[in-house]
């Protein structure tokens, strides 16, 4: 190999390494398994509104394991998927579940109204409690799960949201200690959960 190309693909080559590093990383980082100790540093106080318009803060699920997940009614696949793989994890959980919360907070509060709220979570889990607020209330949410959302305009003045993914899996004193790996089967998914409850 001529010596010039060498010294073209040596950057790119550590370049490539580094990103396997990164997602190596960020995969080990945010297994359940993989993550005994609870961190103060995600999460963190709140103060919205549910579904049947009552006001609700963080304090609402501490004292058990709960998740709290980021999305929007208008979500065309995400949102309703997680939302239902949530509801399957829940059922699989079976009696050790009865106490399981869920914080489902939107991150479009301009269309999502408690009204919408409850009309959208009617088809999901019941131990889903929608939340809404004020665009500062929300996106003080937001800030202090270190969750993402953003706007972006559509046709004809319409829009759709981009969001964190992920399902918080929150300890009693409202700290994270983990992300829901729904990308295994529900029961495997509730036998992992079970062990944080």
Same mark, same amino acid.
């Not at 995600?42 to 509104?49: D, E, K």
């Not at 829940?90 to 399981?100: E, I, Q, T, V, W």
């Not at 019941?126 to 046709?155: D, F, H, S, W």
């Given at each position: %190999?001529?010596?010039?190309?060498?010294?073209?693909? =040596?950057?790119?080559?550590?370049?490539?390494? *580094?990103?396997?590093? @990164?997602?190596?990383?960020?995969?080990?980082?945010? @297994?359940?398994?993989?993550?005994?100790?609870?961190?103060?540093?995600? *999460?963190?106080?709140?103060?919205?509104?549910?579904?049947?318009?009552?006001?609700?803060?963080?304090?609402?699920?501490?004292?058990?394991?709960?998740?709290?997940?980021?999305?929007?009614?208008?979500?065309?696949?995400?949102?309703?998927?997680?939302?239902?793989?949530?509801?399957?994890? @829940?059922?699989? =959980?079976?009696?050790?579940?009865?106490? %399981? !919360?869920?914080?489902?907070?939107?991150?479009?509060?301009?269309?999502?109204?408690?009204?919408?709220?409850?009309?959208?979570?009617?088809?999901?889990?019941?131990?889903?409690?929608? @939340?809404?607020?004020?665009?500062?209330?929300?996106?003080?949410?937001?800030?202090?799960?270190?969750?993402?959302?953003?706007?972006?305009?559509?046709?004809?003045?319409?829009?759709? %949201?981009?969001?964190?993914?992920?399902?918080?899996?929150?300890? *009693?004193?409202?700290?994270?200690?983990?992300?829901?790996? =729904? %990308?295994?089967?529900?029961?495997?998914?509730?036998?992992?959960?079970?062990? !944080?409850?």
């Amino acid at each position: %190999m001529p010596q010039a190309l060498r010294r073209a693909l =040596l950057p790119l080559a550590a370049f490539v390494l *580094g990103l396997v590093g @990164l997602a190596g990383a960020a995969v080990y980082a945010f @297994l359940p398994e993989r993550a005994p100790q609870a961190t103060a540093s995600v *999460g963190g106080p709140f103060s919205l509104v549910d579904q049947d318009g009552k006001p609700v803060t963080e304090k609402a699920f501490a004292g058990a394991t709960h998740l709290v997940f980021f999305g929007f009614t208008h979500c065309p696949d995400v949102c309703p998927t997680t939302l239902q793989q949530i509801s399957d994890v @829940l059922a699989a =959980l079976g009696p050790r579940g009865k106490g %399981m !919360r869920v914080a489902f907070i939107t991150v479009d509060p301009e269309r999502d109204t408690p009204e919408s709220l409850k009309t959208y979570l009617s088809s999901f889990d019941p131990r889903i409690t929608g @939340l809404t607020g004020t665009p500062e209330q929300v996106a003080a949410a937001v800030k202090n799960y270190r969750a993402y959302a953003r706007k972006v305009p559509g046709k004809e003045g319409d829009y759709t %949201m981009e969001h964190t993914a992920l399902v918080y899996v929150m300890d *009693g004193q409202n700290r994270f200690i983990g992300a829901l790996n =729904l %990308m295994r089967p529900a029961d495997e998914t509730a036998a992992e959960l079970a062990k !944080r409850i």
